[in-house]
């Protein structure tokens, strides 16, 4: 598993779905300052990466929790590599609003899905994981077993941790924080001196730069 952990965080890096800028740091929506900047949606532009995603979700999906009857997507950045991998497996799909829609039907999933059925859940990032259960806690409240999720990348957080053990979800996710750091030191895209700023913050992001 390290070999691929450390394979995707290669190549978030190199189509710059990930950035890393300890001495030029990010402000997130939240107003926490980062030295890491996450957008995976990139990856959809790019085939060879889209597919190298596509098939190690199917490859941990299948490993970790046999065939589902439903693959869901948590709205909006993992609908669509949640569709390929639904294609890939043969299974139906849906997606999950983060809240319900004001209008119209009020979904909060949208498409298709019966009480009882097994579901993995897909995302693309995983910070605290609040806004990942939300989705969750919609399908668990359609009568639907969920029987965990996958994500592409995580912070590796210790609330996020924290926050998916209390929900009782198993989480899997193809690359995390200490493989990107591992990865952009043997690339040279980080030096030595910028590791103690990068793990500084994974350890109290809300007050770094405070």
Not at 19 to 38: D, E, M, R, V
Not at 49 to 64: G, M
Request: net charge positive; hydrophobic share 40%; glycine share 6%.
């Amino acid at each position: 598993m390290e070999n691929i952990e450390k394979k995707i965080a290669q190549s978030l890096l190199q189509i710059k779905a990930i950035k890393l800028q300890p001495a030029n740091h990010f402000t997130w929506a939240s107003g926490w300052k980062s030295p890491i900047y996450c957008d995976n949606r990139k990856t959809l532009s790019f085939p060879e990466i889209r597919k190298e995603i596509k098939d190690a979700f199917v490859k941990v999906i299948e490993k970790e929790f046999g065939k589902p009857d439903y693959i869901a997507g948590v709205a909006t950045g993992a609908i669509a590599i949640g569709v390929l991998v639904a294609e890939a497996m043969g299974l139906p799909f849906v997606y999950v609003r983060p809240k319900p829609k004001e209008h119209g039907l009020g979904n909060m999933i949208e498409g298709q899905i019966e009480a009882g059925k097994k579901v993995v859940v897909v995302e693309d990032l995983i910070s605290t994981g609040k806004s990942s259960l939300i989705a969750v806690e919609a399908l668990r409240n359609a009568e639907v077993d969920v029987l965990g999720m996958v994500a592409i990348f995580t912070y590796g957080f210790q609330l996020s941790k924290q926050n998916f053990e209390k929900a009782k979800v198993k989480i899997n996710t193809l690359s995390n924080y200490d493989a990107l750091i591992s990865s952009a030191l043997d690339s040279g895209y980080v030096k030595e001196p910028d590791l103690e700023q990068l793990r500084a913050w994974r350890k109290d992001p809300e007050n770094w730069k405070k």
